[in-house]
């Protein structure tokens, strides 16, 4: 599949599950999900997305809750792309601790903040 194409449908993935879990973090103040990226197979069957979780203490207890939820998910995500996808891919979700990595660098190199 084009390349260009690829990405222009983990954009538009990446985007919609941004807003649907933006939704659904609103009743739960202090919570932050986004999408960090979406990586989508060449024959557009499987998403894979990376989000990124705040506070990190809470990731693995969202992660199961978004992973028993992924068949809704699918559905709500279906239902803003059915017009741009015929097929809707089967998503994976894991936790992005790319910042957290980030965060541990800075602390091992600057000691004294």
């Known amino acids: 599949m084009d390349n260009k194409r690829l990405n222009k449908i983990e954009r538009l993935l990446q985007k919609e599950l941004g807003d649907i879990f933006q939704k659904q973090t609103q ?13 989508v197979s060449p024959d557009l069957s499987v998403a894979k997305a990376f989000l990124s979780i705040f506070p990190s203490e809470k990731a ?3 992660l199961d809750a978004i992973h028993a939820n992924a ?7 279906g239902r803003r792309v ?3 996808l015929r097929q809707i891919p089967n998503l994976s979700f894991f936790i992005d601790d790319s910042l957290d990595y ?3 660098i800075d602390k091992l190199l600057n000691p004294e903040h």
């Open 27 to 39: 009743a739960m103040p202090g919570t932050l999900i986004s999408v960090s990226a979406v990586r």
């Open 60 to 62: 693995t207890a969202l």
């Open 82 to 84: 059915r017009t741009q």
């Open 71 to 77: 068949k809704s998910i699918r559905y709500d995500l």
């Open 102 to 104: 980030i965060e541990n």
